[in-house]
């Protein structure tokens, strides 16, 4: 009976030891992955020039980007002058090619980093009307309410010199809407 519960107790330390073993503190695992990368017109957060509201092309495909380029028609000599006030609507659409809801915001900054207070994104809300927007709520794809069409609104400080070039960025950041408050 002793050698039998010596067993069984030396038995049992070998388990224990083997689950011991078992454990781990480190793991290297490997997994494939794919990253399909497409032009911005073509992405899941798609940022579309509208041809109908296009016609001076301030709004391209550029190398894959979208590019603005405000007051740049016919030869590139036209402009816009100081303390006038521009708007092109409907220039852009912005499309939600993935299937779940999303938020997307806008936020424009000049070229050194600082808000951009002369350009706003704007929605055509009705005639001669525009409203400033900061985001847009989109459904996922091929549901209603999947594409919106955003213009802008550019307010020449009246102080800009001629010949001056303002420059900057339009960030447009989307999430997905069950990720937002988390």
């Not at 067993?7 to 781990?24: D, E, G, R």
């Not at 912005?94 to 915001?105: A, D, H, M, P, Y």
Request: charged share 25%; glycine share 8%.
């Amino acid at each position: 009976m002793r050698k039998k519960s010596l067993l069984m107790v030396s038995v049992l330390l070998c388990l224990a030891s083997l689950m011991v073993a078992m454990a781990y503190t480190s793991a290297e695992v490997q997994a494939g992955y794919t990253v399909n990368v497409v032009a911005s017109d073509k992405a899941l957060l798609a940022l579309i020039p509208n041809d109908e509201a296009n016609a001076d092309g301030t709004a391209d495909i550029v190398d894959g980007n979208l590019v603005l380029n405000f007051g740049q028609v016919g030869d590139g000599t036209c402009g816009l002058q100081p303390g006038g006030t521009y708007i092109w609507s409907d220039l852009v659409q912005v499309k939600n090619n993935s299937q779940n809801k999303i938020l997307v915001t806008f936020e424009v900054v000049e070229s050194n980093g600082d808000k951009a207070d002369y350009l706003t994104v704007v929605k055509y809300k009705n005639k001669n009307w525009h409203e400033e927007i900061e985001e847009l709520e989109l459904k996922g794809k091929g549901k209603n309410g999947d594409e919106e069409f955003i213009g802008f609104e550019i307010k020449v400080p009246v102080n800009a010199e001629v010949g001056q070039v303002l420059q900057g960025k339009i960030i447009v950041t989307a999430i997905d809407k069950k990720y937002k408050n988390k």
